[in-house]
């Protein structure tokens, strides 16, 4: 990711309504999971620590590792400071040291070995414990924000059941995400498209609307939460794996 992203990131993460959206999908993913509080959980690629603020509140310990020196500094300007600088391709922790592992937007980089790098997830997973992956969708959604953040790949739900497997770990729920949203951003990452797709310095579609137009859209991914609780949404932009280590 460009250095410039980390910085951005950090400061939309806790307003942005896409961001919020997402931690309280994630939240219901752990309850779901019902890892012991007292369990230790990992942030694998934890960027800049809105969702460690996250793991922190639900279990006793949390840590959190990331690739690049500058989201880490960023991360630990939020007092996150079990957090250190690693490559989820080769984690440097002992097998089965966490309950709960979560790996949010970091499998579509070039950087990642997709099979390498679940496969350390399962490694430091303990026995019953529980992996939560979130992948962006749809490989025809690639754009000037998957430049900026150095993306090179999307899934379908497919895809993701096939590629992000591993020994040891069952997919107990391969689901979409923010598929009610999916025609307005598509309509907008086209449209910008237009403008940014031969862009020398590339940009990512991180920034806060105005306060009225965020509120709608995080109202429109509450209800969405609510109605992907009675079904399941046949497309959208995210796609969340929730795994279970056997």
Same mark, same amino acid.
């Given at each position: 990711m460009e250095d410039a992203e980390y910085r951005r990131m950090f400061e939309v993460e806790d307003r942005l309504w896409w961001y919020r959206g997402l931690r309280a999908y994630l939240a219901e +993913?752990?309850?779901?999971?019902?890892?012991?509080? $007292? /369990?230790?959980?990992?942030? /694998?690629? =934890? $960027?800049?620590?809105?969702?460690l603020v996250l793991l922190a509140g639900a279990f006793a310990r949390a840590a $959190? =590792?990331?690739? /690049?020196?500058? +989201?880490?500094?960023?991360?630990?300007a939020r007092g996150l400071q079990r957090t250190l600088v690693a490559d989820v391709n080769a984690l440097p922790f002992r097998d089965g040291a966490f309950g709960c592992v979560l790996c949010a937007d970091v499998f579509e980089s070039a950087e990642i070995d997709e099979r390498r790098a679940l496969a350390e997830l399962a490694r430091v997973t303990a026995s019953?414990?529980?992996?939560?992956?979130?992948? +962006? +969708?749809?490989?025809? #959604?690639l754009s000037e924000h998957d430049r900026a953040v150095h993306s090179v790949r999307r899934y379908t739900r497919g895809r993701a059941r096939s590629a992000l497997s591993a020994p040891g770990l069952r997919a107990e729920r391969v689901r979409y995400l923010f598929g009610t949203l999916l025609l307005p951003i598509v309509a907008f990452r086209l449209l910008r498209g237009l403008v940014g797709r031969h862009a020398a310095d590339p940009r990512s579609d991180l920034f806060v609307p105005p306060a009225p137009v965020n509120a709608l859209l995080a109202g429109i991914v509450s209800l969405e939460r609510a109605l992907a609780r009675?079904?399941?949404?046949?497309? $959208?932009?995210?796609? #969340? #794996?929730? #795994?279970?280590?056997?």
């Open positions: +993913a752990i309850a779901r999971a019902r890892v012991p509080a $007292g /369990a230790r959980a990992l942030d /694998a690629g =934890c $960027g800049t620590g809105a969702n $959190g =590792c990331d690739l /690049a020196p500058r +989201a880490v500094a960023l991360a630990r019953g414990g529980t992996v939560l992956v979130t992948v +962006a +969708a749809y490989q025809w #959604l009675v079904i399941a949404l046949p497309f $959208g932009t995210t796609l #969340l #794996l929730e #795994l279970r280590r056997g």
